[in-house]
């Protein structure tokens, strides 16, 4: 089954609320009406009744109440649903006076009797529905009296049964507003998904170019159109860096693969001795292991690069690691007469071949491109909670236009120079991926006319 669509969804969300809403409100209405109309008849009959009591207290005597009761008349004349009754407590039940409509007067004598006033709600046979108010009073002549005001809430019902109705007929077309307003009104807020998905519907490997516009947009939506924005620039970035070192790579195997199969085809075109078989061989040897050199680092370097490779970070002491580096390129200084110095001292937090590794790679770079008779220094140090350790040769400075670029793969700040002296042009490479795997960076400074410094970063222990 299809799910539904997100406009579907929240459109009938925002519906079946509103209707929820509407009937809740409508629930509170008749609640709050029918408060109103029944604290508005106690409040009307309480008041009647202090004016009957001030007119019995004043003007009645018990002999007046049959030729005198214009005061009383005046109460309820007028009100159709309103009577009033007034009862000796002589054991009588008959009423010594009553205006208004007549009630059944079985109800009236259950109704219970007390001093101050008393609401009492009832119902007579056919079902209507009164309120009453009860309360003791003295006449002129201080005759005790029972007075009974009597209130058929017919009318009151009827209205809130009137706007009952009303509201029920109402309903279903306030739900209908509530759905097409709610329809309209999620399609217009979704409309920029749409333009999002139409923009994503153009972004592929060979156009990484689009953006999605984040002005005028709800600040959740202007977030996450960044956030995109963000991510393509990545991919773009990324891709961009893979192109170019397929380019770079594609290059940097021809050249050995091309020496190799043209000294092939040089030899192989006529008739040779061993000894020129045997040279062939050894040069080809030689390109052979440049590019067994390349295929190794670009293997470490897709597995230092990957986000899950995780190392398990161990204390170091980082002038026995240097020491250790140092002794394997000890023939290579003889060789050029450079005299590696080193100094310092501190511990840090690191793994063991892959800092070999990183150092290996800087001190070969030093040592390649420091003159005969110069000096290779290392140097390590400790401030607060990082340690470092820097490599620094006297060779030929670096222009400030390379130093960036310096990391990247296959970079060559002097072109052919590292195919040339052997190099891949990828160490530098390794070593900021290892720094990187460590949580931790590589810098490059560089003078003029030299000195050239590398300095690793770790996490002191």
């Known amino acids: 089954m299809k799910p539904a669509s997100l406009s579907l969804r929240l459109g009938l969300s925002v519906t079946l609320m509103g209707a929820a809403l509407v009937l809740l409100l409508a629930c509170l209405a008749v609640f709050a009406l029918d408060h109103e109309l029944d604290s508005r008849a106690r409040k009307d009959l309480a008041r009647k009744m202090l004016q009957v009591e001030h007119n019995l207290r004043v003007d009645l005597r018990s002999a007046d109440l049959a030729s005198r009761a214009h005061p009383l008349l005046d109460l309820v004349m007028g009100h159709d649903n309103l009577s009033l009754s007034v009862i000796a407590l002589n054991g009588r039940h008959a009423p010594l ?17 007390s001093d101050g006033q008393t609401f009492q709600e009832w119902k007579d046979s056919s ?7 009860t309360q003791a009073m003295r006449l002129r002549d201080d005759t005790p009296v029972r007075v009974m005001m009597t209130l058929d809430r017919a009318d009151d019902h009827d209205l809130l049964h009137a706007y009952l109705r009303s509201t029920l007929l109402a309903l279903p077309l306030l739900l209908l507003l509530i759905g097409a307003c709610a329809w309209k ?9 749409r333009r ?6 153009q972004v592929s490997a060979q156009a990484l170019d689009h953006r999605l516009p984040s002005s005028g947009l709800p600040q959740e939506l202007a977030d996450l159109a960044r956030s995109i924005n963000v991510m393509l620039d990545r991919l773009d970035q990324g891709v961009r860096q893979l192109s170019q070192f397929s380019d770079d790579l594609a290059h940097e195997l021809r050249t050995p693969l091309s020496n190799l199969m043209g000294k092939a085809q040089v030899t192989l075109a006529r008739p040779r001795d061993s000894g020129d078989y045997r040279e062939v061989l050894a040069d080809s040897i ?7 050199r390349i295929i190794n680092d670009m293997l470490f370097l897709a597995q230092v690069s990957q986000p899950q490779a995780q190392l398990e970070l161990k204390p170091l002491a980082l002038a026995d690691e240097v020491a250790r580096v140092s002794e394997l390129f000890a023939i290579s200084a003889e060789v050029k007469d450079i005299e590696i110095r ?3 001292w501190a511990t840090a937090l690191g793994d063991r071949l892959m800092c070999q590794r990183a150092l290996s790679n800087l001190l070969s770079n030093a040592l390649r491109h ?10 390590i140090g400790r401030y607060a909670q990082q340690a470092w350790v820097w490599v620094e040769n006297h060779g030929p400075g670096i222009s400030d236009e390379h130093l960036p670029h310096l990391f990247e793969r296959f970079y060559r700040a002097d072109s052919g120079r590292s195919r040339l002296d052997g190099g891949t042009g990828l160490g530098l490479a390794i070593v900021q991926s290892i720094m990187q795997l460590h949580g931790s960076q590589v810098e490059v400074s560089s003078q003029a006319q030299g000195p050239t410094r590398f300095t690793l970063f770790f996490r002191a222990e």
């Open 127 to 133: 079902g209507a529905q009164f309120l009453s108010v």
């Open 370 to 379: 420091s003159p005969e008779g110069s000096v290779v220094s290392i140097g």
């Open 97 to 113: 006076l009553s205006l208004g409509p007549a009630l059944e007067s079985q109800r009236l004598r259950e109704l219970q009797w």
């Open 185 to 193: 009104l999620v399609q217009r807020s979704l409309k920029p998904l």
């Open 286 to 292: 030689e390109e052979l292991t440049r590019l067994n």
């Open 196 to 201: 999002f998905r139409r923009i994503a519907g």
């Open 342 to 344: 080193r100094h310092g």
